[in-house]
């Protein structure tokens, strides 16, 4: 997902006669955004705000119950270990696909796909059959007379399995700012006597930051918003706050709970995306210029 | 001739004067009137798993009979009927509800029954509420892992909330709605009377559920207790009979404490507003027959709920058959009355611990 | 750039790890779908194809499994134009307006799934859409409009416009333009497009969860009801299949964008 804004200004100025042609284009687009999304999401703050009656008491509800914030707490939790493990293990291997042959990448990139197009559902359906107790993982540590790890509804389980489903959303974005590093940059503070880590550490790490940043901003938005592998993969201690939301709804019909819930999901999404697109952008432009 | 003429018309206008009369007649639970249902389409909802494909299998004679084409939907949700309601879209036409529900909510949500157009005369006695037959008779029961605790088992339910004789991991119900029967038990062990319980007395209640800590595992639907067990995952486990019948048929090494095990039933009900309440009605007269009792408890060891029923089930099944002499001397009796009354406080309070603290 | 011997071997290595990481848990199923007993605990025991059997003959699961293709083609389609369109007309606009826009568009990518499916849910339930094909189209073509647009907008800026005006100045009409010179040209835009968006739907899941009945259930609906209610590994069965024909379908475009992009060398 690029975030270019690089388009040419002179070009479309030149066509601006044609005011009008181009918003009737959009606009089926945006009739529908705004029948599908736009009305649905007003509902939803409506309901925070007026169920079952008109005032804040939704919102103080969810910030005077300690297990609301708990949970909340936890949702921030997990999404911050999903990214970190994401970073570290798309680090390494975004930087090989820009380093070996084609064929090798090719083959690295299909690894990257295959699982990003295979049914979310399925993936998260593996992650139960292998961290199950007589699942694989346990299988094999009780052959091995090992003891057993406990991971099917822990933290720990639905960090495994989220940051499987999220890290092809870390190498793209990752590969494809490495990809246009410029290794000459590298040779010369080489040549300048500088050792291979000083080298990796002054030159590389500082030109790929954008495509971390840009990563990792979206792995970790991604993440909170998480709901099928939580629920398959969690238990009670590891509830995100989409769990709480579905349950509020679904179960309790507290439309206006649920929706003050959803409403402070919505607004923590939106205050890191306005606080990520300067850092992002700033950054973007850095790595370009240089 | 002529006389001929007159006999047929007599017999036509006297098989004609007859119909109406016919269909006023009483039902008879079990029977449905040939291709009655044609190019119809009826919504049966239920929890799943064994239970739900042993209910379908009883209303396969219904299905071929009538000629309707069985939708099948779950697990029954209570907000989901509710949601439904409200916006006047009813998709599920007969519902299998856990116990309280019918009670709660009806009228609202759930249809007052018309008993002239169901054979109730078959269900045992004070089972039939105002919105709901019952749907079977079953219990919850204690299971311990044989591997965890061999010469040293759980006897009762006050074993199961003690952790430092029993260590070991405890998986409760936490699909929904409480279990009232489990926080009664919870309630004995403060030396409470469960029959003289009162709202204050609830969270005292609960909080003996959270003192288990962090051993706890709230299964959310039949199949995961089931999974729990056939993988030796939890050490002590609350299930539905029929589960830790599949289960321990599956090679789950599992031993039940019959000891208090709780007597339960689920509920058939009608929700408010489906578009064809007759359909509906001849799906639960024909689900109350004996023969489709019968189908249902061999493939379940649920207790049928017609009073002739004479299910033949193999031994696995018989194991956990509760509606035996033996049985229902050990069983125990939720005070309904009471979890009826305080219904949304009470759920309101467990949702909290199933949240998770 | 030249690595220590090291360096290369631990860079492998963790590559390799990170690649099974990726790719092995998912291949799990694949046993497990042959299995004898009707569970998923691991190992699998026995050899069956009943599960596959299940699949094909049972009609909770074809029925779900073609109303995924129904609504996942129309999706495909109906994305595919709407987002072009949008396309077109915001590289035609002023940036700022554009980028404006542009990002409004792609909010579907943001939004957490619950709080979208509530509202949908809610929005649904006033106006009689739960369960039907109009409900579950709209819905999913909202969510895959954004790769279109992505996808389309990206062929857009690599192309020169300046091929357009030359073939106007030959004397091409606009259609004639658009048809000859611009639509194959951003082509492969517009096809990733519709594969993102097929893909899109045929997957989604949360928003369906929301606004599916018995009347009209999608297969990622069916295999998480499945996985909920049951250890039945007919689940199994379908994820092996739907990874077998990834597999191929990957395969196979990188195969011939490979053989192409040679092809043109």
């Known amino acids: ?290 | 001739m002529k006389t001929h003429l007159t006999l047929a018309a007599a017999g036509v206008a006297l098989v004609l004067g007859a119909l109406p009369a016919m269909a006023q007649e009483k039902p008879v639970a079990g029977e449905v009137k040939e291709g009655s249902l044609k190019g119809k389409t009826l919504t049966f909802v239920s929890y799943g798993g064994i239970y739900q494909d042993g209910q379908i299998a009883a209303l396969k004679e219904f299905v071929d009979k009538s000629g309707v084409k069985l939708l099948s939907d779950g697990p029954t949700e209570t907000a989901k009927i509710q949601a439904q309601v409200e916006s006047g879209n009813v998709s599920w036409d007969v519902v299998d509800t856990s116990d309280f529900p019918p009670y709660v909510y009806c009228g609202k949500l759930f249809q007052k029954l018309d008993m002239s157009k169901i054979d109730t005369s078959k269900i045992p006695a004070g089972q039939v509420g105002e919105c709901s037959v019952p749907a079977m008779n079953y219990g919850v029961v204690l299971m311990y892992n044989n591997e965890t605790y061999k010469d040293n088992p759980p006897k009762s339910w006050a074993d199961f909330f003690d952790t430092e004789k029993f260590p070991g991991t405890r998986a409760i119900e936490g699909s929904g709605d409480v279990s009232g029967g489990l926080l009664e038990q919870a309630f004995r062990l403060n030396g409470g009377d469960p029959k003289a319980m009162k709202p204050e007395d609830i969270d005292g209640a609960i909080q003996k559920v959270r003192d288990i800590g962090s051993d706890t595992i709230f299964w959310k639907t039949g199949a995961e207790s089931q999974q729990l067990a056939e993988s030796g995952e939890a050490d002590m486990i609350m299930m539905w009979t029929g589960r830790a019948m599949a289960a321990v048929k599956n090679g789950a090494k599992y031993t039940p404490v019959w000891q208090d095990w709780l007597v339960v039933m689920d509920q058939l009900t009608i929700p408010v507003g489906v578009k064809d309440t007759d359909a509906a009605y001849a799906l639960i007269n024909a689900y109350l027959g004996k023969s489709a009792q019968e189908i249902l408890t061999e493939k379940t060891s649920y207790t049928p709920i017609n009073n002739e029923a004479q299910p033949k089930v193999e031994p696995a099944v018989a194991a956990f058959l509760t509606n035996t002499p033996e049985r229902q001397k050990q069983g125990y009796q939720q005070n309904i009355k009471f979890w009826v009354d305080n219904y949304e406080a009470v759920n309101e309070k467990w949702s909290a611990v199933l949240a998770g603290n | 750039m030249a690595m220590h011997p090291c360096t290369r071997v631990m860079l492998g290595l963790s590559c390799l790890l990170v690649a099974l990481w990726l790719v092995a848990p998912t291949l799990v199923v694949v046993p497990m779908s042959f299995n004898g007993n009707k569970s998923l605990a691991f190992p699998p025991v026995g050899f069956s194809w009943q599960w596959y059997e299940n699949f094909v003959s049972n009609p909770e699961w074809s029925t779900s499994f073609f109303n995924s293709l129904k609504v996942a083609l129309i999706v495909a389609v109906l994305a595919t134009v709407l987002g072009t369109l949008a396309a077109f007309g915001l590289d035609r606009m002023k940036a700022r307006t554009a980028g404006l826009l542009r990002m409004l568009l792609l909010t579907p990518m943001v939004v957490p799934g619950v709080v979208l499916a509530i509202g949908i849910y809610a929005v649904y339930l006033d106006t009689q859409l739960v369960g039907t094909l109009t409900g579950f189209v709209l819905a999913h073509t909202i969510l895959a409009l954004p790769f279109v647009l992505i996808a389309v907008q990206a062929s857009l800026e690599v192309f020169d416009k300046r091929l357009e005006t030359a073939a106007a100045s030959l004397g091409a009409g606009r259609l004639a333009t658009f048809r000859t010179v611009t639509l194959p040209l951003i082509a492969p835009g517009i096809l990733s497009g519709l594969l993102f968006a097929f893909a899109t739907s045929f997957d989604e899941i949360i928003v369906s969860l929301f606004i599916t009945n018995p009347y009209l259930k999608t297969l990622p609906v069916q295999i998480f009801s499945s996985i909920t209610r049951d250890a039945d590994p007919t689940v199994a069965a379908v994820g092996t299949i739907l990874l077998c024909a990834t597999t191929i379908l990957i395969g196979g475009g990188l195969f011939l964008m490979g053989r192409e992009r040679r092809g043109n060398l």
């Open chain 1, 1 to 290: 997902m690029s975030t270019s804004d690089t388009r040419s200004d002179s070009g479309a100025a030149s066509r601006a006669r044609r005011n009008w042609g181009p918003l009737a284009l959009a606009l089926p687009a945006l009739l529908l955004l705004v029948g599908v999304i736009g009305y649905p999401l007003f509902t939803v703050v409506l309901r925070s705000l007026s169920q079952p009656e008109w005032g804040l008491q939704n919102y103080i509800w969810f910030f005077g119950t300690p297990v609301n914030l708990v949970v909340l707490q936890r949702t921030f939790t997990i999404s911050a270990w999903v990214t970190l493990v994401c970073v570290v293990a798309a680090y390494p291997y975004a930087y090989a696909m820009t380093a070996v042959g084609p064929k090798a990448r090719l083959l690295l990139t299909l690894c990257v796909l295959i699982p990003f197009w295979v049914s979310g559902v399925v993936r998260t359906l593996a992650w139960v059959i292998l961290l199950q107790d007589s699942g694989v993982i346990n299988s094999t540590l009780r052959a091995l007379d090992l003891g057993r790890l406990r991971l099917i509804r822990t933290q720990t389980g639905v960090v495994i399995g989220m940051a499987q489903v999220l890290l092809p959303f870390m190498i793209l974005p990752l590969y494809s700012v490495m990809k246009g590093i410029d290794l000459r940059l590298v040779q010369a503070s080489r040549s300048l006597g500088a050792s291979p880590l000083r080298a990796f550490f002054t030159v590389y790490l500082p030109l790929s930051l954008p495509g971390v940043y840009a990563g990792a901003i979206i792995v970790f938005i991604l993440a909170l918003g998480f709901y099928i592998t939580p629920a398959l993969l969690g238990g009670p201690r590891s509830t995100m706050l989409s769990t709480l939301v579905q349950n509020q709804v679904l179960s309790l019909l507290q439309w206006g709970r649920g929706g003050a819930m959803g409403v402070v999901l919505l607004l923590a999404t939106f205050i890191l995306l306005a606080l990520a697109g300067p850092l992002m952008r700033q950054k973007h432009k850095q790595g370009a210029r240089s």
